[in-house]
């Protein structure tokens, strides 16, 4: 068998592929046959009302909460048998709820993101290893933390603590990546700054990203493509055509005017 043309052909299947996706949540209707596809490399936006079932497309498609109908398939394989696989997923909640109080600085943070990645007979990760204080440190340079290493994470502000769960998310090598509003309490110039980090590290690093986002503006400037969520897909397609006047309407309805935001 010829493996670099084995690899060549996986290079191009779909990282993750939404079929035929219905969820209730108790007998409310969420989202209802949601079909599509995620290819290598590419960042896609998910905007929508709110209400319109966003968050939970996330978390189904993540398997956070039980799907109702339809398939999800990451790298190939369905969700509930990703196994080793799930070590190349990441995933950054709209919400990352921690009691402030908790002492564990922002490098100890980082680096429970190595600690699931360790195997026998390979480095064990010693808190004094050399090579995981290595891994820590390029992580949050990365992301334009390395300066909060030291700092309680119960002490950061909402824009830091985006960059230093990113490094979380960048220690070890991943080729999926999951926002959900991940700039929610992010002020405009921080949701710009982190936009374009997370351009750059898709770039550098080969993510396929998927993010839910209420910021047009910033979605049309920097997404490669966007899905158009209301219970079902309403459009799909790159910004310019997904983000036209008239498909805005047809998924946030007559209001949608409310939902766009325009930077000064």
């Not at 209730?24 to 949601?34: K, P, S, W």
């Not at 910004?239 to 047809?250: K, V």
Request: aromatic letters at 6%.
């Amino acid at each position: 068998m010829n493996t670099k043309k084995t690899e060549d052909i996986s290079s191009i299947l779909p990282t993750l592929k939404v079929a035929d996706l219905t969820v209730y949540q108790g007998n409310y209707l969420a989202i209802r046959d949601v079909n599509f596809e995620l290819l290598p490399g590419t960042n896609t936006a998910i905007v929508g009302p709110n209400g319109a079932g966003k968050s939970t497309l996330v978390k189904a498609i993540l398997d956070l909460i039980p799907k109702n109908s339809g398939q999800v398939e990451i790298f190939g394989r369905p969700i509930s048998r990703l196994g080793k696989l799930r070590k190349n997923l990441a995933y950054m909640p709209q919400n990352f709820i921690f009691d402030r109080s908790f002492p564990i600085s922002v490098g100890e943070l980082v680096a429970l993101g190595i600690s699931d990645h360790s195997k026998p007979g390979l480095l064990q990760f010693l808190p004094d290893n050399r090579e995981k204080s290595t891994m820590i440190k390029l992580a949050l340079q990365r992301t334009d933390a390395y300066h909060l290493r030291n700092q309680a994470i119960g002490t950061l502000s909402g824009g830091q603590l985006k960059r230093v769960l990113l490094a979380y998310c960048l220690v070890v090598p991943r080729k999926l990546l999951v926002l959900d509003e991940a700039f929610a309490g992010v002020d405009m110039q921080g949701a710009a700054d982190f936009h374009q980090l997370l351009s750059r590290l898709k770039q550098e690093e080969g993510w396929t990203i998927l993010q839910v986002s209420h910021d047009i503006d910033m979605v049309s400037k920097y997404c490669d493509r966007v899905l158009c969520i209301n219970q079902t897909l309403v459009c799909s397609g790159q910004p310019e055509i997904a983000l036209s006047p008239q498909n805005l309407l047809a998924t946030y309805g007559p209001s949608f005017s409310r939902y766009q935001h325009h930077h000064n």
